[in-house]
């Protein structure tokens, strides 16, 4: 019972080290690194289209000129992202400790000496109008003291404004920062989790982080994902005037690859959520989130396009969600935005304002028909942005919009007043002046400046308008809507990571793989550990069940068949089902099980083909042993029909050569004549059929099958008849033989039966048929003629060309009616002389001059050719019968045919 089954053993193990592996993870490594192959099969997913990465690239470093980047120089672009439409800003930037104060190069450099010019510019008018006073006389000396002290005063509160504006040069950065956000409206930055303490944390920040953060989670279980030690909050000016919070952390994998995230953690009761979800629940109207141990489902989640459903994250076994990469390099992939656009929008907006500052005392906008003149409406709008980005009071909720359409509204007046083409009316009164007379040199200069100065400055006004007008629309069309995610990825950032497929990926785009993964809705996942288990347990056995008993090269295909169809279906589940299914242990499992019944199949396969090759070499050809041994079903009994050609030897004589020698002697010189012409007919791919004493009994056309079996045996009775002079020589030599060993060879072509005959106990791969039959006649017909190796016409017309032949008599064999040429083979053509030719066709003359019954005639053409070779069997033969028919000529109706009485 346990021999039948025991072939159940090989998957037995295979399943269970598979299964060991699978539940302990020591095969997860290989299984990711499939898993990644894989994901080149899949199509890459789609882009969601308001994703935007706003990097602080090469170029935007350049254009700040610092590093590392002020807070400040955030603030304003984040203001200027609010201002043209951005949705959503988040920072995977870490702002977890406070930045040094810094100057507002901006107010320093413009409003610091704006605001010394009018004051001092008011003082030095009061001196002026005092001495004039009291030069005319208007004021006497004795009022003049008063009015003095009352100036002495203005210019103590001139120097009291003064210094405060001056001590405001110094900027909070932080605070800057915090009230952009706010003035954004929508920006989210980091909540770092720490799987351990982290000392000297602001306590402010941390409770800050656990108001805005938490994330309401309904949870079977709080252990359905990972647990924080401690968190390390953006500063307390940045978070408190955020919209949220998110953590940045990133799953690695032990390999240094990012799969896998992390969608929650938890910290003390609080929920955690990372860094793009938080905001991305926002966007999506802050769906119910319910946690189970294999998804996260957003309950009710309104789509942007307006549907409502509820999304369901798929968890992987670790409680992580798989991301579908981008197949991409990081700048290949998504949409990006240089931080400097921002910057170079509020270069431009800011130039345009002073350019216009700067003409407005030269009578330039005197045409202009608007309430407020233009220089004033931009410092107007560029005074309300500061006020509602650095005021402690909030803004308006709708600021950022306010500021954009009160921009847009002043760049759109400065269009209208620059399309009148002010220059030209400005050029027209300068020229009509100068053209006046009685101008003083002064006058005039100032006039001629004005003429040389207009155009210029009208130009430039007009290509700073252009280009901010251009800057604008570009970054509306950017920005509007967009989803913006803000990272550092200039050249020297350590932010740098491994995905699937790309060895340096800024980390920066793993944020907006997530949020892809989630709006798109192309989740993948994975299996429990159970499932490769059991996978490679159901393919063991089902393949051994499959292959057993099966020859090795069978089995090998069907296994690696089978193994490549499992591997096609775990693709085809990767590819068009997103299930991983894990398949490193199922696809090992099924390959080792294969491998492993192949090779103990081989070797109990090749013990059994030693023990046939031994059995047999002693009996039967190479040849026939490896048709047996790759097909043992020729053990069986039965046989086949084929067409074939038969050899029949015998040594003349040979009972009298035997007399002469010990039985000793006898059979070591029949083994050495034996074995020497077995060779050459196992050489020509013969097969000896039996040894019968002195005879052998051969034939060539099986097992294996030869088109040219003819003429392999003709060459072999050629061969064996060259041979025998050899043996001949070594016998006579060393007295092995008393007399040479004379080889007589039949030959006969036709069909036969082929095959394993005998019982079940024994049997004998052998041929039968009268084709057979004829052979072994042929060979006593040699006797006859006193020829060597006798041939019937079949084997000649098969022979061919290469083999010469002597044509003999028709002749009648004992059982057959229907006669038969009959042939003596001399040797192989090639091997013969210009004389053996000339012999034999004055012997082809002479056996057709008998064949006519021109006996007289033949039997002198007889006797020449006996006078070259006296020793000619054949030419002895026909010069006895035509010398009898010469006597006593046969009867008329006599048909030229010889019955062959004897066998």
């Not at 072939?7 to 080290?17: D, E, G, N, R, T």
């Not at 994901?39 to 610092?66: N, S, V």
């Not at 008011?122 to 002290?149: C, D, K, Q, T």
Request: with cysteine.
């Amino acid at each position: 019972m346990y021999a039948k089954y025991r072939f159940l053993v090989i998957p037995a193990i295979v399943s269970a080290i598979a299964a060991v592996l699978a539940a302990t993870g020591l095969a997860s490594g290989f299984d990711w690194k499939l898993y990644d192959a894989m994901l080149r099969l899949r199509q890459a997913p789609a882009e969601f289209p308001a994703i935007l990465l706003t990097d602080f690239d090469d170029e935007a470093i350049t254009t700040i000129g610092a590093w590392p980047i002020g807070r400040d120089v955030v603030a304003e672009g984040l203001a200027t992202m609010g201002e043209l439409g951005a949705a959503k800003a988040v920072f995977d930037i870490e702002y977890v400790d406070r930045s040094p104060r810094g100057v507002d190069a901006r107010y320093l450099e413009e409003e610091i000496p704006e605001s010394f010019k009018e004051g001092f510019g008011s003082v030095a008018e009061n001196v002026r109008n005092l001495f004039s006073a009291v030069s005319s006389g208007r004021m006497p000396v004795s009022a003049a003291g008063i009015y003095a002290e009352d100036l002495v005063a203005s210019t103590d509160e001139l120097r009291d404004a003064l210094l405060e504006k001056v001590g405001k040069v110094a900027s909070d950065n932080d605070d800057k920062l915090g009230k952009a956000a706010r003035f954004f409206g929508s920006a989210w930055f980091t909540v770092n989790m720490r799987k351990e303490q982290v000392p000297g944390t602001d306590s402010d920040a941390k409770l800050l982080a656990l108001q805005i953060a938490d994330i309401p989670v309904g949870s079977a279980s709080e252990d359905t994902y990972a647990k924080a030690v401690d968190i390390l909050p953006t500063i307390s000016p940045i978070l408190s005037r955020s919209a949220g919070a998110g953590f940045p952390n990133v799953y690695v994998d032990p390999d240094g690859v990012r799969r896998r995230i992390d969608i929650f953690y938890r910290y003390g009761n609080q929920n955690f959520a990372q860094l793009v979800i938080a905001p991305l629940l926002n966007l999506l109207g802050s769906p119910k989130v319910l946690a189970t141990k294999d998804a996260f489902v957003l309950e009710q989640a309104v789509l942007p396009t307006g549907e409502s459903v509820n999304i369901r994250i798929p968890r992987t076994e670790d409680g992580r969600m798989l991301i579908n990469w981008p197949h991409e390099d990081y700048i290949s992939s998504f949409r990006h935005l240089s931080f400097k656009e921002f910057l170079v929008h509020e270069e431009l907006f800011e130039d345009l304002a002073h350019n216009l500052r700067i003409r407005d005392d030269w009578g330039y906008f005197s045409g202009y028909e608007g309430e407020i003149p233009l220089a004033a409406l931009f410092a107007q709008v560029q005074a309300q942005r500061r006020s509602w980005m650095e005021d402690d009071e909030a803004p308006p909720e709708n600021a950022a919009a306010l500021i954009r359409e009160a921009r847009d509204a002043a760049i759109a007046e400065t269009e209208s007043f620059l399309s009148t083409r002010p220059e030209d009316r400005i050029l027209e009164q300068v020229q009509a002046v100068l053209a006046s007379d009685g101008l003083d040199a002064e006058t005039r200069g100032q006039y001629e400046l004005i003429r040389d100065d207009a155009p210029a400055y009208f130009e430039k006004t007009r290509t700073l308008l252009a280009d901010l007008s251009s800057q604008r629309v570009r970054l509306l069309q950017e920005l509007e809507g967009a989803f913006c995610i803000i990272g550092f990825t200039a050249t020297g950032t350590t932010d740098i990571g491994v995905n699937p497929f790309d060895g340096e990926y800024v980390n920066v785009g793993t944020h907006a793989a997530v949020l892809n993964t989630i709006l798109q809705r192309s989740f993948l996942d994975d299996t429990p550990w159970w499932v490769p288990a059991l996978i490679a347990l159901v393919s063991s056995f089902s393949l051994t069940f499959i292959i057993n008993g099966k020859k090795p090269v069978v089995e090998i295909g069907i296994g690696f068949a089978l193994t490549i169809l499992l591997a096609a279906v775990f693709a085809f589940l990767f590819v068009f089902m997103d299930i991983f299914a894990h398949p490193i242990l199922p696809l090992l499992a099924s390959f080792s099980t294969f491998l492993v019944i192949t090779i103990v199949s081989f070797l109990r396969t090749e013990k059994e083909k030693g023990f046939l090759r031994n059995a047999f070499s002693h009996y039967l050809s190479n040849d026939v042993i490896k048709q047996i041994i790759s097909d043992p079903e020729k053990l069986k009994l039965g046989g086949a029909k084929r067409h074939m050609t038969a050899v029949f030897t015998d040594i003349r004589g040979f009972s009298t050569i035997s007399e002469k020698l010990t039985p000793e002697d006898l059979v070591r010189l029949l083994n050495q004549y034996l074995s020497g012409m077995s060779d050459v007919i196992l050489d020509l791919k013969g097969t000896i059929d039996k040894y019968e004493g002195d005879a052998i009994i051969a034939f060539f056309g099986a097992p294996l099958d030869l088109d040219d079996h003819a003429v392999r045996a003709c060459q072999a009775a050629a061969a064996m008849k060259r041979l025998e002079n050899r043996l001949n020589e070594r016998f006579l030599s060393d007295g092995t033989a008393p007399s040479p060993l004379l080889t007589r060879i039949g030959l006969n072509t036709g069909d036969m039966v082929v095959g394993n005959m005998g019982t079940d106990r024994k049997m004998d791969y052998t041929i039968i048929g009268d084709a057979v039959n004829l052979a072994a006649r042929l060979e006593g017909v040699n006797k006859q003629y006193g020829t060597w190796i006798c041939a019937s016409e079949d084997t000649v017309n098969a022979a061919g060309p290469s083999i010469f032949f002597r044509k003999l008599d028709r002749i009648r064999v004992v059982g057959k009616s229907q006669p038969i040429r009959l042939y003596e083979l001399v040797e192989e053509r090639s091997a013969l002389r210009g004389e053996d030719l000339d012999f034999y066709d004055g012997f082809e003359k002479a056996l057709g001059t008998f064949e006519e019954r021109n006996w007289r005639q033949a039997s002198e053409r007889f006797r020449d050719l006996l006078k070259d070779r006296p020793e000619d069997g054949p030419s002895k033969i026909y010069l006895g019968r035509a010398d009898t028919y010469i006597e006593k000529p046969p009867v008329p109706e006599w048909d030229g045919v010889y019955n062959l009485t004897a066998k």
